[in-house]
């Protein structure tokens, strides 16, 4: 079923995350596929939908600063100088997964990656979910990002419990993945380029902080 995001639409859509629903939701790239990061079975659930292995962690998106601490254990000053630098924006950082992170989102590498992103409607609605969800791409294992929610409709059907539409995609690229858990390195380009990282962290580019 598809809905629009609207202020009364809100309560819904938290509502069916509480229940252990899966919802599709425009994040601030593509479309991404959201549960409770800490209900396993959730979890378990928007891995059977993709078709993928366990091989794979799945990233979170969270709506604002203080959500980082329920993810994120002890993170590197890279960690740190990157988030000042790029957050909010299309930056998902890899840190070291706190104890209580489910191994489903891991995939047993201890490590986690995590983004605030530059989109007010796309934080709003996690907000409401309770500050985090899972954001996995809306698409079935090795198929193309999902760009509207037709696109995620015509993907899983009735399978996802509630398809948010959000509009259009508003990127033509992934978010910028960097494992920051101790020496940044890049695992996938993105939006942010990585010469521009690789500037931040010389110090050599200002705070692009809002």
């Given at each position: 079923?598809i809905?629009?995001?609207?202020?009364p639409?809100?309560?819904?859509?938290?509502?069916?995350?509480?229940?252990?629903?899966?919802i599709?939701?425009?994040?601030?790239?593509f479309?991404g596929?959201g549960?409770?990061p800490?209900?396993r079975?959730?979890?378990?659930?928007?891995?059977?939908l993709?078709?993928?292995?366990?091989?794979?962690?799945?990233?979170?998106?969270?709506?604002?600063?203080?959500?980082?601490?329920?993810?994120i254990?002890n993170?590197?000053?890279g960690?740190?100088l990157l988030?000042k630098?790029?957050?909010?924006?299309?930056l998902?950082l890899?840190?070291?997964?706190r104890?209580?992170?489910?191994d489903e989102?891991?995939?047993?590498?201890?490590?986690?990656?995590?983004?605030?992103p530059?989109?007010?409607?796309?934080r709003?609605?996690?907000?409401?979910?309770?500050?985090?969800l899972?954001?996995?791409?809306?698409?079935?294992?090795?198929?193309?990002?999902?760009?509207?929610a037709?696109?995620?409709?015509t993907?899983f059907?009735?399978?996802?419990d509630?398809?948010?539409?959000?509009?259009?995609?508003?990127?033509e690229?992934?978010s910028?993945v960097?494992d920051?858990v101790?020496e940044?390195?890049?695992i996938?380009?993105?939006?942010?380029p990585w010469?521009?990282?690789q500037?931040a962290?010389?110090?050599?580019?200002?705070?692009?902080?809002?």
């Open positions: 079923m809905i629009h995001q609207t202020a639409a809100l309560d819904r859509i938290s509502s069916a995350i509480a229940r252990g629903w899966a599709a939701f425009r994040t601030d790239t479309y596929l549960v409770d800490f209900n079975d959730a979890v378990r659930r928007i891995k059977d993709k078709g993928r292995d366990d091989q794979k962690p799945i990233l979170i998106v969270i709506s604002d600063d203080d959500q980082l601490t329920r993810f254990e993170p590197s000053s960690f740190g988030a630098t790029f957050w909010p924006g299309a998902t890899v840190g070291q997964a104890v209580e992170v489910p989102l891991t995939a047993g590498t201890t490590s986690i990656g995590v983004r605030l530059d989109d007010e409607q796309v709003e609605l996690v907000r409401a979910c309770g500050g985090a899972t954001a996995t791409s809306a698409n079935p294992s090795n198929g193309a990002p999902a760009s509207t037709q696109q995620v409709e993907y059907g009735d399978s996802v509630l398809i948010v539409d959000g509009g259009q995609a508003r990127s690229l992934p910028t960097v920051a101790s940044p390195k890049l996938r380009a993105g939006v942010i010469v521009e990282i500037a962290l010389k110090g050599k580019s200002q705070n692009r902080r809002r």
